[in-house]
């Protein structure tokens, strides 16, 4: 899972940063500071609560999928 943020977008309301202060870093003036992670699984509900709170839906989550494109196995086939 990753997180993608339009930084330009951002008007700092640090909702997300107060439901997940280690994931969402804000910077000096109280913006979020990244323009996106890489989640962790153990991460993951909270990188996903963290984003439903902010007011102005500039974070936006990439689920990857289980057997991305390019893996070797062919449609059907099982690992």
């Given amino acids: 899972m990753k997180i993608i943020i339009d930084n330009k977008?951002?008007?700092?309301?640090a909702r997300c940063n107060e439901v997940a202060p280690g994931?969402?870093?804000l910077d000096d003036n109280g913006y979020i500071s990244t323009a996106g992670?890489?989640?962790?699984?153990?991460?993951?509900?909270?990188?996903?609560r963290g984003?439903?709170?902010?007011?102005e839906r500039v974070i936006h989550i990439v689920d990857e999928?289980?057997?991305?494109?390019?893996?070797g196995l062919n449609k059907?086939?099982?690992q």
């Fill in 37 to 48: 992670f890489d989640v962790e699984v153990g991460q993951q509900a909270l990188a996903r």
């Fill in 65 to 71: 999928p289980a057997n991305p494109p390019g893996n």
């Fill in 51 to 55: 984003a439903r709170a902010c007011p």
């Fill in 76 to 78: 059907g086939q099982k």
């Fill in 9 to 13: 977008a951002c008007a700092g309301h």
């Fill in 23 to 25: 994931l969402y870093e």
